[in-house]
């Protein structure tokens, strides 16, 4: 053969291994995506498409609101499912080639395993598989099979009739380390624990049946009870995994964590003796008399004991967080969500209140834009008293800004400072002025950031608090973007949750708000503009310094003239980018720039100008999209171009809405049961919903109250901001327990139960539990429109549901 016959033998032989790779992708990448389509319930060309699009760098709020016709109109959950199972299963696809080759290198890789290998359709199922095979530190099944005892494991699993400690005897090798017969039989026990704790199906089969037939046992640690009595609900606890919801197996964990409880996860006790037979059944061991017979029965028990039941235990632990976890991110996500898109009082000149006691109020005053108009401190509270002179001061305030809303944040002194703004109102009827408590959680860290200080510069610290919650009640989403979401604290336990998974959901939330909502380029922070379609922190800081440098941007147009905005980055945000007053009136609505020709269209065929069609419902509604249809536009496009056209600009959010406390009822002590008041919902979960009534302690609704019929998920009912009517059902001064309903039509109830959870030494097996949420859960710090942080009440809390609910819903905060 020449040399170059042989180089280009090599060269074809490189050719068809790369073919066989590209195949190889592309098999997998189809797979992905059919199993994808299957889950989601739609075809898979639209989940190819879809992938497509993110891989080629679009962001899921252009997805859904552009190219519907691509993805045949996926929308923004569907995708963000898409995107989360996409990234899922390929990381399993990478795991998996990773388990390939490992097993390869090793020379072990047969056709059966690799079929069972590349069948396995989760992480957790490839990883049984793998076990046997997985590189480890020298175990005692190891060191026997080195000293020749695996011979002796498989005479004695396959012929029962043998007796161990005769056929054992040909096994002892003193220089191998084998000095008896019982040596050598505890080395064929290691190797057969080995074996049967590392059979895939057998562990597979197990997990799952002490998954659906198991139960989460929780037990005070002895000396324990004082200190951990926010835990008293699970000094004696049991409940099966299936049964339990996210917030007790999250309370649990954290109780673990502070050293107050200890956890096993076991089988049900009737199911308990189940597991041996089963491992028996599998490897065809029995007990029939015969001279072996024992021993292996012996060997099953050693290795479902000290083995298989640890392993299990942990595998199910990881199993309960994640399911655990993952509804608490959903939980955080949904809250956030509903936070961020709470009603806006829009372009009212504001007043912002942020309270405290011996520094004083903070004020400060803000136009329709959110500038700062004026700032002040006053004195109205203990020590100083001061109360006339700060009502005359915030008076000359309102008049000399036209001040139309007081924006009160709901932290230290917020009812005091209710009660000022109440009597400033009084007096000055004239001023019209409307007073809303606002959430100020967060407002502290986005106080003493660095975006605050160039944003706010030369201002005081305190004061920035202040601005801020006056921008809250103008804005939520534009204000509230400034801060870590996380910061917000609307969630259960979040601070013993993954960051990176919390932080992935979170930030998703606030994409797709802040898209839904769509941004006016001219008035937008920095902030507020990274979430924006396409916009990362650097163009986003380019577009202010443009506009700062070269006066407002008149049209979409001009936006391409931003430094390093190119063609991508404009099709990804122009759409989300608005131009109030403009010359163009398309570029104050959410129609992209690409489809203005179809609008052009639309105009000439109804004979109209622009400004004659926009709102026009009339003449719009009488437009039969089909006929505007294309090769490039297709009827999703059309009918949203229209819409668009009836309400352009159109906010998603709800219309503006204050609830308005009670008279004479401003702390728990004025609470009597059958009060019916109106509150504001600060914070929804799994087992019901916070309110605030206006006596700086949040009530709950616990889930089973919220409706005349069954609740699956609170937020089906309610959502954080929403007005809602409560009645109050009992009230504990003591313990600062507020219970409320909702079902106002019931009866009161004289004398309610009491529901202080299991007492030590009374296991309560998992049975309903009414207003129960957990021990230990972290302290709640934000919430909707008027949340309110509170004081912590220090006092050990030995009740239910009740308890832990309402002390996650203080804040400690110190007096300022």
Request: charged share 30%; hydrophobic share 40%; glycine share 8%.
């Amino acid at each position: 053969m020449s040399p170059r016959s042989g180089t280009e033998g090599a060269s074809c032989g490189v050719a068809r291994q790369a073919i066989r790779a590209s195949e190889t992708i592309v098999g997998v990448t189809t797979a992905i995506h059919q199993r994808i389509a299957s889950e989601l319930g739609v075809r898979e060309s639209q989940v190819t498409a879809a992938v497509e699009l993110l891989d080629g760098g679009a962001t899921v709020p252009f997805i859904a609101r552009y190219r519907k016709e691509v993805t045949g109109t996926l929308d923004d959950t569907q995708l963000r499912t898409l995107e989360e199972r996409l990234g899922y299963l390929r990381e399993l696809e990478e795991r998996r080639a990773a388990v390939l080759e490992s097993i390869r290198q090793q020379g072990k890789l047969d056709d059966a395993l690799e079929q069972a290998i590349l069948a396995a359709d989760s992480k957790a199922r490839l990883e049984d598989i793998y076990l046997p095979y997985k590189p480890k530190r020298r175990t005692k099944a190891q060191i026997a099979r080195e000293a020749g005892l695996e011979p002796l494991a498989d005479q004695l699993i396959g012929d029962p009739s043998l007796d161990p400690r005769a056929t054992a005897a040909a096994f002892v090798d003193a220089e191998k380390g084998v000095a008896d017969e019982s040596a050598a039989l505890d080395g064929a026990r290691s190797i057969l624990i080995e074996r049967f704790a590392e059979d895939a199906d057998l562990i597979g089969d197990l997990r799952e049946r002490m998954w659906t037939r198991g139960r989460l046992v929780a037990k005070v640690t002895e000396g324990k009870q004082t200190e951990g009595a926010k835990f008293s609900d699970y000094f004696d606890f049991a409940e099966p995994y299936a049964k339990l919801p996210s917030h007790r197996i999250l309370a649990m964990f954290r109780g673990e964590k502070e050293g107050v409880l200890d956890l096993t996860m076991e089988p049900e006790p009737e199911d308990e003796s189940t597991f041996e037979p089963r491992i028996a059944a599998r490897f065809g061991i029995s007990d029939q008399g015969r001279p072996g017979d024992k021993w292996m029965s012996d060997t099953v028990r050693w290795a479902w004991r000290t083995r298989i039941l640890i392993h299990l235990g942990a595998d199910l632990r990881v199993r309960l967080w994640q399911a655990a976890e993952d509804e608490a991110v959903r939980v955080f996500a949904a809250n956030l969500r509903d936070l961020l898109l709470a009603a806006p009082a829009g372009t009212r000149s504001t007043m912002g209140l942020d309270p405290g006691f011996r520094t004083g109020v903070k004020v400060a005053v803000v136009d329709g834009t959110g500038k700062v108009v004026a700032t002040d401190t006053i004195y109205p509270h203990v020590p100083q008293n001061k109360w006339d002179e700060s009502i005359h001061r915030l008076a000359a305030l309102a008049s000399k800004h036209n001040v139309d809303l007081i924006a009160i944040g709901n932290g230290t002194a917020s009812r005091e400072t209710d009660k000022l703004a109440a009597d400033l109102i009084k007096r000055h009827p004239e001023a019209k002025l409307t007073k809303v408590m606002v959430s100020e959680a967060g407002a502290s860290v986005y106080s003493a950031s660095a975006y605050a200080a160039s944003e706010l510069p030369g201002m005081d610290v305190s004061l920035r608090g202040a601005v801020s919650i006056a921008r809250r009640l103008q804005d939520p989403l534009a204000e509230l973007v400034k801060i870590d979401p996380r910061s917000i604290g609307v969630g259960q336990y979040q601070h013993d949750l993954s960051e990176v998974k919390l932080s992935r959901s979170l930030d998703a939330v606030v994409e797709d708000c802040v898209n839904a909502v769509g941004v006016d380029v001219n008035t937008a922070s920095a902030p507020l503009l990274t979430r924006v379609s396409g916009i990362g922190a650097t163009l986003a800081e380019n577009i202010v310094i443009h506009r700062d440098s070269n006066g407002p941007f008149k049209n979409r147009s001009e936006i391409k003239k931003v430094p390093r905005l190119g063609p991508k980055a404009f099709e990804q945000c122009a759409g989300f980018l608005r131009i109030p007053d403009g010359d163009d009136p398309l570029d104050s609505s959410s129609v992209h720039p690409e489809s203005y020709p179809v609008v052009r269209t639309i105009l000439s065929t109804v004979g109209a100008d622009l400004k004659s069609v926009i709102g026009n419902t009339q003449v719009l509604r009488k437009v039969k999209p089909e006929q505007f249809v294309s090769d490039s536009v297709g009827l999703p496009t059309v009918t949203d171009i229209l819409k668009e056209l009836e309400k352009p600009g159109r906010d998603p959010r709800p219309g503006f809405t204050t609830a308005t406390f009670a008279e004479g009822v401003e702390k728990i002590a004025d609470l009597k049961p059958g009060m019916v008041l109106e509150g504001v919902v600060t914070n929804v979960a799994a087992f019901g919903a916070f309110v605030d009534i206006g006596v700086h302690q949040d009530g709950l609704v616990h889930v089973s109250a919220l409706s005349n019929t069954f609740v699956k998920d609170p937020r089906e009912v309610v959502k954080s901001g929403d007005v809602v009517k409560v009645r109050v059902v009992e009230v504990d001064e003591v313990r600062k327990r507020i219970s409320l309903t909702m079902r106002l039509t019931d009866e009161p109830v004289r004398k309610p139960r009491d529901d202080r959870g299991p007492q030590q030494g009374q296991p309560r097996q998992g049975q309903p539990r009414q207003q129960r949420q957990g021990g230990g859960g972290q302290q709640r710090q934000g919430g909707g429109q008027q949340q309110r942080p509170r004081q912590q009440d220090q006092r050990s809390f030995n009740g239910g549901a009740m308890a832990d609910a309402l002390r996650r819903a203080g804040l400690t905060k110190d007096s300022k």
